[in-house]
């Protein structure tokens, strides 16, 4: 350690407690009265005296040895490897670890939001590749996974009722789909479904004249559709079958025609015929069966007895 | 205007884990660290003072290591709400504790002008060296400090959401 005089009192300290006042060297006592008496020194004139053979932070005495600096003051080699390896606190370390649980915690508190977004993309790509009963298999499993979103459920309603109607069974479409419309997401709209379902439970209920009526409210919306026109074609053979009037057969036939020049040009003439054919079948016979109960008792398609007549 | 002090003591996570990250490159440095204060009322709200860097390569990332760790644990942690809360519209608790937590670390990411002022300090004098770093470092004091001004109109805020909620958005 390193003393030296008070250039004010004369008496020696230590040179670490002494400070340098405008290049005065003054101890505590005599530079606390000095800046009592002198309001013109600025803090730039006053400088703590440092002993380069004490430690700045610990005060720790190294004899005659000067101590290496840092931040240019003397530190021990103690203080040095501390400040150079100084550790976080405890609290730090508790808040980092309780931040990590936290987080792994909500990663498996939310897993279900992963898996169910897994459906989803699934469901996307299912839609996309057209595959509508991996589609709807798919949103259903989403919606299992997060009961709480509303629409999500809605969403797998909306297309399982698609599978149902696509199914022939109407009447679970529109249960399904009264559920559900007010849930919807709002880039589903279940006013055409709807409008599909109770047109078919029409048919199942054979309630032809409601039939007509809805299917001519479709066609209305899409004029362009041959899978459209082909229903009114449809109602206008049934009311045919159960009225014997010539003019419903007319119409039929007339939205028939409709139907089938629009599939030629717009294509999927293989799955019009088939439903041209149960049509033309229900007029030539008068016998209104569902399409389930035609295929099993046409396999492979009606022909017309007049054809056969007429050749 | 919501006064900064209630926006610190709001966000005081953000302000712990910008001083820690400041901390943490200096002990990957080997930088001294003669003083630190991880959260106060006050302005600054934390400091850790270190000695002087020599490497500007360490000078940098002492500068900028907040914006790393702090963006890096906003998305982490906001991840796992980011499902519920932004594709599923499920709110709970949880949910939006870690969207609290998540994005008060992430508006803090930016480094102070406190910071910016260190690293231009540290670049002027490499880049009499050559150091391509110090070059590139100029535009980022510059950002540093558009940041800095434009956290008066909650740019800090907005980054912690968009790190937090918008950069899951883009790659899910």
């Known amino acids: ?311 | 205007m919501i006064p900064g002090f209630l926006v610190v003591i709001i966000t005081f996570p953000g302000v712990i884990v910008h001083e820690a990250a400041h901390m943490l490159f200096c002990k990957l440095r080997g930088v001294a660290v003669l003083d630190v204060c991880f959260f106060r009322v006050g302005n600054p709200c934390g400091y850790v003072l270190h000695e002087e860097i020599e490497d500007f390569g360490t000078a940098f990332f002492v500068s900028v290591g907040p914006f790393i760790i702090n963006s890096l644990l906003c998305i982490l942690i906001c991840s796992p709400a980011f499902l519920p809360v932004r594709v599923f519209g499920v709110n709970n608790p949880l949910s939006y504790f870690l969207l609290w937590l998540g994005i008060s670390i992430g508006m803090h990411a930016f480094p102070s002008t406190g910071d910016a002022k260190a690293l231009l300090y540290n670049a002027k004098k490499a880049i009499a060296s050559g150091n391509m770093l110090a070059v590139v470092s100029y535009p980022i004091v510059l950002l540093i400090y558009i940041a800095n001004i434009g956290s008066m109109f909650w740019a800090d805020y907005l980054y912690g959401i968009a790190i937090g909620l918008g950069l899951p958005s883009l790659l899910l």
Request: charged share 30%; hydrophobic share 35%.
């Open chain 1, 1 to 311: 350690m390193r003393n030296i005089k008070c250039d004010d009192c004369g008496q020696t300290f230590p040179l670490s407690e002494t400070f340098k006042i405008t290049e005065k060297v003054s101890c505590k006592t005599c530079a606390e009265k000095l800046l009592k008496s002198r309001k013109d020194i600025t803090n730039e004139q006053i400088q703590r005296q440092y002993d380069p053979t004490v430690c700045a932070n610990c005060g720790k005495d190294n004899g005659d040895w000067e101590m290496k600096k840092m931040a240019g003051l003397p530190t021990c080699e103690q203080c040095m490897t501390f400040f150079r390896n100084r550790p976080y606190p405890l609290w730090i370390k508790m808040a980092l670890a309780g931040l990590a649980a936290i987080v792994v915690f909500s990663f498996a508190w939310n897993w279900r939001f992963i898996q169910a977004y897994t459906e989803l993309r699934n469901f996307k790509a299912a839609l996309l590749a057209r595959d509508s009963e991996k589609a709807t298999q798919s949103s259903r499993a989403a919606a299992e996974k997060v009961p709480e979103a509303k629409w999500l459920s809605a969403m797998a309603s909306y297309f399982e009722a698609m599978q149902l109607i696509k199914e022939d069974k109407p009447a679970e479409a529109l249960k399904l789909l009264n559920s559900c419309k007010a849930d919807l997401p709002s880039t589903l709209t279940a006013d055409e479904l709807i409008l599909l379902a109770e047109t078919g439970v029409a048919f199942d209920n054979k309630d032809y004249e409601k039939f007509l009526l809805l299917a001519i409210q479709s066609s209305e919306k899409h004029p362009d559709s041959p899978k459209v026109l082909a229903q009114v074609a449809s109602a206008y053979a049934c009311k045919y079958a159960v009225t014997d009037d010539e003019q419903f057969k007319q119409k039929s036939l007339d939205f028939l025609q409709k139907a089938r020049t629009l599939t030629e040009k717009q294509g999927g003439l293989d799955k019009f015929a088939e439903y041209e054919n149960r049509i033309l079948y229900r007029i030539e016979t008068r016998n209104i069966i569902s399409r389930e109960e035609f295929k099993n008792k046409f396999p492979n398609g009606w022909k017309s007895q007049q054809k056969e007549q007429s050749k």
